[in-house]
């Protein structure tokens, strides 16, 4: 009904977004029914307001009222002259661009990542730790071990169980990040192949369901609120059965 | 007097009363002449209209009350349902009456920021500046009071 990614695509009808995150706004808009009916209403109110709307103009009478009281107006002489010019009030003074930049950089954040982002960010994680051999901070195959590793470490509290009965044996853990949000991850193995499964806060983000990025396939999944990813290079179906058991203990 | 405008039609906006807003707009004009030490630079727009919105807060719940009662009363009823002529009720002026009695009628945390972002053209951070509230606030305000504003709206069109 309510699409998560709708404050982004008013933030980006408003003029909020530059760069990638208005052309993700615009994709979305592009694919999302209700967005792109949201964008159309919010243009047609708009038009209407900007050009309907009564703009109230200050009268004369209250003008020269107030010029006539800061007149009397016993000002320290300091600012008396800033006051007289016209940049005070134009507004013309360094530092509006660095807090435009914040301003856009702050939406950015604390905006929930879209699909893209997460599925791009899980995929990176998981590459990462393989690649610098950091795939796990606490190696553990029992959940005793594993599952208080991670308080104070992360705000999330993940459930870890072990499922080496059905050839998914707990390894480990570490903390990583999805998207900028501190992650538990629980490292299981399967044959060969490694499978991270991030845990996160849900802030409201549309989950990407499946995703494939450079080799590595991702399973996304919400659950009350936390965010799920299991992240593997096996196959789709072996991944599938990893998920249905995490499911199955943690539902 | 810059920003004079912008600031008279905000606290037009707010209060719903030609009286108030000026008593408000004077308030606010010589407050911002003697708290010029705060203004940190950047533009002075924003910084105004925070001032003019603190002068409304603070006028208290007594200006508040009399605005409520000081809203369009015009006899809008009785206008569209002798009005024999719909296009004459689309007209660009009854059109705007509308628009305008239907913003009035939104409450406040919804008005004050659409009238910011539509009418005086403020960003997200500024408006989160002026109204104290986090710019995630500002955004889902602003959404709500756009799908009201829309619903209230088309729902008077039907009329
Ligand atoms: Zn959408």
């Not at chain 1, 994680?125 to 795939?135: D, E, F, Q, W």
């Not at chain 1, 480990?172 to 998207?179: H, L, S």
């Not at chain 1, 399973?219 to 199955?248: S, Y």
């Amino acid at each position: 009904m309510n699409c998560p990614e709708l404050l982004r695509t008013q933030a980006f009808l408003d003029g909020e977004l530059t760069g990638d995150a208005a052309r993700e706004a615009e994709l979305h808009i592009a694919t999302c029914d209700e967005c792109r009916a949201f964008s159309a209403r919010a243009a047609e109110l708009s038009d209407a307001m900007r050009a309907n709307i009564t703009q109230h103009r200050a009268p004369q009478a209250l003008h020269n009222r107030i010029s006539a009281l800061l007149d009397k107006e016993d000002a320290p002489v300091a600012f008396i002259p800033r006051w007289r010019q016209r940049e005070f009030w134009t507004g013309a003074f360094s530092g509006i661009g660095a807090s435009a930049l914040a301003a856009a950089l702050t939406i950015f954040v604390m905006l929930p990542p879209s699909a893209e982002t997460l599925a791009q960010s899980v995929a990176d994680a998981h590459t990462n730790a393989l690649m610098s051999g950091k795939v796990i901070q606490v190696a553990s195959s029992s959940h005793h071990t594993v599952k208080p590793w991670f308080a104070g470490k992360v705000e999330v509290s993940p459930p870890v169980a072990d499922f080496a009965q059905q050839g998914f044996p707990l390894i480990g853990g570490r903390v990583d990040k999805v998207a900028g949000s501190r992650a538990a991850v629980v490292v299981y193995n399967h044959g060969r192949h490694e499978i991270d499964l991030f845990v996160w806060p849900d802030k409201g983000a549309r989950l990407p369901g499946e995703s494939t990025r450079h080799g590595y396939h991702a399973i996304f999944w919400k659950n009350g609120d936390l965010n799920f990813a299991a992240v593997c290079d096996m196959e789709g179906a072996e991944l599938h059965k990893f998920v249905n058991l995490v499911r199955t203990e943690s539902d | 007097m810059p920003h004079l405008d912008a600031a008279y039609n905000l606290a037009r906006w707010l209060t719903r009363s030609p009286t108030d807003a000026e008593d408000i707009v004077q308030d606010a004009m010589l407050r911002a002449f003697r708290a010029f030490d705060g203004f940190r630079g950047g533009d002075a727009k924003p910084w105004l209209l925070a001032i003019v919105r603190n002068c409304w807060r603070n006028a208290g719940a007594d200006a508040k009350r009399r605005a409520q009662t000081a809203l369009p009363q015009d006899d809008d009823g009785g206008l569209v349902s002798t009005d024999p002529d719909p296009e004459a009720i689309a007209m660009d002026a009854s059109q705007s009456r509308k628009l305008d009695e239907v913003i009035a009628l939104l409450p406040n945390e919804f008005r004050e920021v659409l009238v910011l972002r539509e009418m005086e053209d403020m960003s997200y951070r500024e408006i989160a500046e002026i109204t104290g509230a986090p710019i995630g606030t500002v955004m889902s305000r602003l959404a709500r009071a756009r799908t009201m504003l829309r619903e209230r709206w088309t729902a008077r069109d039907l009329v």
